[in-house]
């Protein structure tokens, strides 16, 4: 395998990445990960190691990455509930069912799952790395294209919420997330139907707020209570109503 990874990290260019899969169906033997990531980051210093062991990430490791959850949840069964507080973090998951090719495989994930995946992971300080596979030929089927075409346009409206942000001040939860940056905090309304949005304290003095979309002002009353969000009416195909909070 070594010998393997010696050729593709010299023989191809500049290598972004190499993440790790397997090892759960082992987890005590000894993978020899200390030779193999040396070799890596001799040969390619810049390039990403990134393990899918469900396990503590180890020296070496640059993200840690969970499968099918969010960090530090384990829905799935098979993930370590330690988030490290010293690596980037990855959300990984597919966009059917299957993590490589499967022509028998239909159960496709609707633009708007993957635009929730998309955003609570974000909420939750994490890359989303999204996993689809090709046909025999290189080519990726239209049902992929669809759907990254169509979050694509939705990215092109609320992007700006999610590239270049954080985890935002507010633990996620079932109504939505929180993202934010230096002058702003994104509150991303998934679930609520309510026109008020109560919200624990923050500790930023708000100045206002206004619907990320549109441009409408949001009426927002901050007490050391919490903060409340008189929230603008969701449209039918509206996913995540975004609220931008400017902060002083």
């Given at each position: 395998m070594n010998g393997?990874?010696?050729?593709?990290l010299?023989n191809?260019?500049?290598?972004?990445g190499?993440?790790?899969?397997?090892?759960w169906?082992?987890?005590?033997?000894d993978?020899?990960?200390?030779k193999?990531?040396?070799?890596i980051?001799?040969?390619q210093?810049a390039a990403?190691?990134i393990?899918?062991?469900?396990?503590?990430?180890?020296p070496?490791e640059?993200?840690?990455t969970?499968?099918r959850?969010l960090p530090?949840d384990?829905t799935a069964?098979?993930?370590?509930?330690f988030?490290?507080?010293a690596l980037?973090?990855?959300?990984?998951n597919?966009?059917?069912?299957s993590?490589?090719?499967n022509?028998g495989?239909?159960?496709y994930?609707?633009?708007?799952?993957?635009?929730?995946?998309?955003v609570?992971?974000a909420?939750?300080?994490s890359n989303?790395?999204?996993?689809?596979?090709?046909?025999?030929?290189?080519e990726i089927?239209?049902?992929?294209q669809?759907?990254l075409r169509?979050?694509?346009?939705?990215?092109?409206k609320y992007?700006?919420?999610?590239?270049g942000?954080r985890?935002?001040?507010?633990?996620?939860?079932?109504?939505?997330?929180?993202?934010?940056?230096?002058?702003?905090i994104y509150?991303?309304?998934?679930?609520?139907?309510?026109?008020?949005?109560?919200?624990?304290p923050?500790?930023k003095?708000?100045?206002g707020?206004?619907?990320?979309v549109?441009?409408?002002?949001?009426?927002?009353a901050?007490?050391p209570?919490?903060?409340?969000l008189?929230?603008?009416?969701a449209?039918k195909?509206?996913?995540?109503?975004?609220?931008?909070?400017?902060?002083?």
């Amino acid at each position: 395998m070594n010998g393997q990874l010696r050729e593709l990290l010299t023989n191809y260019g500049a290598i972004a990445g190499v993440w790790f899969d397997g090892m759960w169906d082992k987890p005590n033997a000894d993978w020899h990960l200390d030779k193999t990531y040396a070799l890596i980051h001799q040969l390619q210093p810049a390039a990403l190691i990134i393990p899918n062991h469900h396990q503590k990430p180890r020296p070496g490791e640059d993200a840690q990455t969970f499968e099918r959850d969010l960090p530090g949840d384990n829905t799935a069964g098979f993930n370590t509930t330690f988030v490290s507080d010293a690596l980037p973090l990855e959300s990984c998951n597919t966009l059917n069912g299957s993590w490589g090719f499967n022509i028998g495989d239909t159960k496709y994930k609707s633009p708007e799952e993957i635009e929730e995946m998309l955003v609570r992971a974000a909420g939750n300080n994490s890359n989303l790395c999204s996993i689809l596979a090709r046909w025999p030929n290189g080519e990726i089927q239209d049902e992929f294209q669809t759907r990254l075409r169509t979050v694509g346009e939705w990215l092109a409206k609320y992007g700006g919420s999610i590239y270049g942000t954080r985890g935002g001040p507010l633990a996620p939860a079932d109504w939505g997330v929180t993202t934010q940056t230096v002058t702003r905090i994104y509150v991303h309304v998934l679930k609520w139907n309510a026109p008020l949005l109560a919200l624990p304290p923050i500790s930023k003095s708000i100045a206002g707020g206004q619907d990320l979309v549109t441009g409408a002002k949001v009426d927002v009353a901050q007490s050391p209570s919490g903060v409340v969000l008189n929230l603008p009416a969701a449209t039918k195909s509206e996913v995540d109503r975004v609220i931008v909070l400017s902060v002083n």
